[in-house]
């Protein structure tokens, strides 16, 4: 990635690039590195604020089979995944989710973030060679990157970037994440700048009460996989997502929304190591 | 989930909230609690009336090897399953409905009412590892919470609220339940309140004469699941079932929704226990 | 069911029921049983005339293990099913159809018809542990109820309804049936009756030519499954039954309808005995 | 069938019935049996130019149980089918295909035609029980018959049905078959004869310069299947094969096709024994 | 494949041919050879040029039972395959992707291309008899042909043209290689060449700062497989290509495009050998 390129393409306004300002950004964008995205080390703290940053959402379905190993194996489980993660700590940060008993289709989900996608893919393909990963099938996967705003930018809407940036995720400990994939309809993306940006004014106003509740982030994935965006939301008090959500589906933006979900994934935040342990027993 | 913001959230009325108020309402709903979600003690005849609480079903398939165990490992599977449910019964509240022979997709469906999801998730997580849970697939599952009624209250349709709360399921025990979700158009959502009022008065009224008949209960999940509400139905007569689903698809309402179904799990309504018997033989 | 509550709600204009008048009814409908559903007594003759009955249409691939049973295991399976089928026969009339070789989706589909459809969940739930029943999966399902004429009646249409009843079949006894599930959008259900009434006119009079070709049945879904119609034919001319489906395409009626078939299942009318059979070789 | 019932509804102009002339037709089509369907001796040259005669189509895929079998085993797989094919040459003529390598829901596809499906079906139930049917899976089905032209009549369309009829194919000998389905939607069926006849006039005259390089078969099966037509296409150049589709898609009639494809099933056309040869590696 | 009628048919200009002129063109279009299809020797640099080449791509799952061969077996699946690619060489130009990670439909995708889609096929089916081969799925395989170019044409557009041939790809060598099939509605087949000349102009245009930063090459594919055209992507840059796709998405060629994806498969650029390798540990 060449950061020089990259801000070019940030100052073309022509470029349609939208961001869903629904709650508490998780932490402001900042680009600022000069490295290699491959030489780059990873951070939590840095690499969850970041612009330039590839997401990488993937959920797994054990299979049958892995109950069929001994105990004993699958006690080594937790253990091997968790030093897995720990070889590919500088590579990649991976989060992960049990969303067994919340879905259908998944028992856990990872979420990985990584300056080169290489590297994400290094991890999973190691993964894949794990008494779990052996044992488990992908069943969704989806991919995006993180940018800086667009539309409630300084210049073009200071007062709700400002209101924005004032409010604080104030809430107990977030303990549900949700990942969330978006698309928009044709006539979205031919709408003028100053359509899309009153659009996202009032999907953004409606949603600044509940900054205090839900964290959220967001990757764009136009052209690099099947949708325009992947939203990733964090929470504690899942009426009040429910109630954000209520919001975002009744402004005119909703209207140009030809996917919202599909899937909705919903896991319980728990350490890697955790996630294995309760699938194991 | 904190009471305090909780209440605040429902007296801003710039959040649709819609509650389907087709029939005879399984319990009216009230919150008045200050514990703490996972405290909460699960009394059945409370938390099937209490809002705030959240409603997993879940649907599973039999796989073939479960009928590759032994006749005497399938004997006990009942008594497992029940053991399971009774040492969950403070947190978890599991109903069971047999649905093999109603559906192609599944063999039967739990219905978990919890004040917290975490405890549905822990329950289910146990499940999974009963001799029936490792022989089964998840299919379908489907997740929403209970919230006070929005357009059918005493200010807005004072009338129709007193028929509501005036008419009671006099019909022989129900037999048969039925889960269906539901999802509404960008164009519902967009609204104004007087005019979803209004559809939801003409929704309801030609729903009055089946109260008698057909009990139901509402989920609201929109942004926490792929779907807006969950419908939930109890009825001894599907005949009459039948005719209140014409009844609500022959409204204006009906020309915003675009999910209605998709599944539609018919079920019988048995013990967890006569469930799981019917399925080892 | 409860015969008081059911004339009522026939007698109710309001509520929108359709006939899809298409071909030889296959008997006029009658309801005048006093009996309860789960007492009366199921006879060929009558049960295919009644109304009030419950129709259950099942689909089922047989898996690979069948056939590595060994021949003897499998030469036993009819006389098991057939067996099956006369324990029942009182409960539930069971027909059989032989779909492999025109379906990709299913080898043989089943029709229940009973007063009680807890009687045809007991005869399928049985049917699972015969040797056919643990080998085969389930593929589709759908459920439906006999209701009688709603617009093309004595009141509203008596020509129509006069010409209906004075052509019957008279063609060589048919070798097919087809089952073909239907559903109408939200317009159609919020049309007013005069209108639909007109529209199933229009969808009668082409019809009537086939009338001594084609036999047909029609069981009301909406709301009790995924569906809103599901229509039965049997027929031993298959271009006379094509140009049926032309007749019917080609109606305004035809605009309304958002679903016919999928799947549209073809299989030959064979006994019980035969079917098992033809699967076993 | 029964011709004499057979030719009345052709008289009928009433009903809708439509002949994609989009290449030179295979053989004109012509009925003159008066024999039953049943006991009609199948001849390659006249079953393919014959109305009355039941298409189905069917692909296949390979399960990896077949390479399980001992190379033996498997050598002999190909004379099996083929013996198959030679007992029942008298009653269903069978075309194959490999779609290996081209398609990724089959590894080959049959073509049945036969004056009576009963026949075809009898034919797949015997091939079910082939060494290679039992380690396969049926992927698609797809049914229909074929009917005598309906718009470019003589009567209707002179010209266009002398410039049809006057372009022969002249091209070497095929190598490639494709089989797409079509269906029409509503708006089309309920079109005045009129409307139906100018649009297949701009569908057929822009297809008359591929006439000497691609062959055409058209199967009807409206209600009889989940489509409207089952076109069937032999070349040997598959740029001819494109530039006529585009030809097709860049006319009206294509703005009331709600289905073209879905699938479209390449396939080389090979012998019977050469296609099984070619699986059985 | 016939040369001569093959320039007939680009001379007339009533068959739509549309080129998505997004990015560095792989190699302009040149058809010269009057050998026939099956005897014209492969070179990778001349048949990334041509037209008149046959693109198959397909991708594949690997199934568990690959891992349960011992690991010095899936150490020889590498050269198996290897050594295969090469014993085709002059027939059919292969190129393999890893999408483990990346895609939770697939594993690796193989590019095919040759001028005889014969040979595609043959060595598919040798494919599928290695190791790695036998032990994988087909999850998705598309098919299409090169054509020149149809509306940015020296007559037609000749300052576009120009602009297109000047700008060369001059980034790092490309990483990540991307297949997006796409499809138009009959709105747009049914266009004047005016109006999809105005709307490919509208398309290019915007596309051209990303020439330096993007290779692409177009298949056409309508008729001969279920979509109109596969594009093909090569990249070092995913932020830049990201843009790319967003600008493809904000002009009104957009609103005709039914598909745009579906899948959009993503993979790793690699050797034939280092794909096996990775998916042999």
Redesign the interface.
Known sequence: ??PK??RR?WL?A????IAIAAAAVVGSASFSSSASAEEMMVERAKILKDI?V?G?F??FKV???Y?MLDAAERAMAADEVDALVMAHKDKVLVDAY?T?????ESDFMLRLNAYE??N???????F??TRLG??SD????V?G?T?PLNHTTKEKSPDLLKALQETAYS?PDP??A?M?PIAKD??W??MSEADKLKRMEEHTL?TL?FLV?VKRKLY???????TDFITYFETA????????????????E??N?TRY????V?G?IMSVKDVVM??S?
């Open positions: 990635m060449n390129r990259f393409n073309s022509g470029v349609g690039v330039g590839y990488l993937t959920t299979r049958p089979s109950y049990l067994r008993g919340f879905e259908s996608p290489l994400s893919q290094a991890f999973l393909t190691e894949a060679a052996r044992n992908v069943t969704f996967s991919f990157v940018k809430a303990k549900y949700f969330i044709a006539e993306w031919n409606p009460p509740n764009h994935s136009t052209g690099i996989d099947d008090d899942l009426v009040a997502f429910n109630d954000l959500n209520i919001a975002l589906f009744s402004v005119p909703m209207l929304n979900g599909r899937p909705t919903m319980a309760a699938l027993k």
